[in-house]
């Protein structure tokens, strides 16, 4: 089993609508969890954090359940610009951060 | 301020040829990782520094890969003799030591295609 396990899509969605995503992890002793968004042929780059308390950034949310170890990426209103790879990331220990596989999200006019 | 630059972003070569990846990470930044990424996948740890040790290099594959920090900035990741399953794209990423925020800097990648 994979140490973060993301559903890899795509999930096909019209401007305007709201999708989101799960992630799960196996290992209880992660620290702290993040969302990053790799677009095609790019480089990944942070979108966000997950806090214990969920949070919020515009259209995007993030919540974390520790107890049933999953994470979420909501996204509402979706843009053309939101189509991309997200990637969930768990950091366990120092520095040490281990990627998700990936959802792939396309958004059509 | 510059980012993560990597060199080459291209590299085509035939299978059992030695291929080498360069990097520079963002001033300052005293951690630097090398990640594989294949097709449909995230990215994989294969080496992390802090300064010039290398303090993680469970996941590299030390029969064909090596790489070196030696002055502590740039980085350099050797394959050699690289093999068909190879083929995936080496990206470079930086961090401040110490920081919490889970954000990596990472370069636009050097993608090798082994033939």
């Known amino acids: 089993r994979k140490e973060v396990e993301q559903d890899p899509g795509p999930f096909n969605v019209p401007e305007g609508a709201t999708v989101a995503f799960n992630c799960t992890y196996s290992?209880?002793?992660?620290?702290?969890f993040f969302w990053y968004r790799q677009d095609c042929r790019k480089e990944p780059k942070l979108l966000m954090s997950?806090?214990?308390s969920g949070n919020e950034d515009g259209r995007f949310t993030a919540q974390l359940n520790r107890a049933s170890q999953y994470i979420s990426l909501l996204i509402r209103d979706s843009k053309l610009s939101d189509s991309a790879t997200y990637l969930c990331?768990?950091?366990?220990?120092?520095?040490?951060?281990?990627f998700g596989t990936g959802t792939r999200l396309l958004v059509s006019p | 301020e510059a980012g993560v630059v990597q060199s080459p972003r291209y590299k085509i070569i035939e299978k059992k040829q030695p291929v080498a990846f360069w990097c520079n990470p963002i001033s300052g930044h005293n951690t630097l990782y090398w990640y594989l990424q294949n097709l449909g996948q995230g990215p994989e740890l294969l080496i992390r520094?802090?300064?010039?040790?290398?303090?993680?290099d469970s996941q590299l594959p030390k029969d064909r890969f090596s790489a070196e920090r030696l002055k502590g900035v740039d980085s350099t990741l050797k394959i050699q003799p690289a093999e068909l399953g190879d083929s995936a794209v080496y990206l470079c990423a930086s961090s401040e030591s110490g920081s919490n925020t889970g954000e990596l800097f990472f370069g636009e990648g050097s993608r090798l295609t082994v033939l």
């Open positions: 990331v768990v950091k366990k220990g120092f520095q040490k951060l281990v």
């Open positions: 997950v806090y214990s």
């Open positions: 290992n209880s002793a992660s620290q702290s």
């Open positions: 520094y802090e300064n010039e040790e290398a303090v993680d």
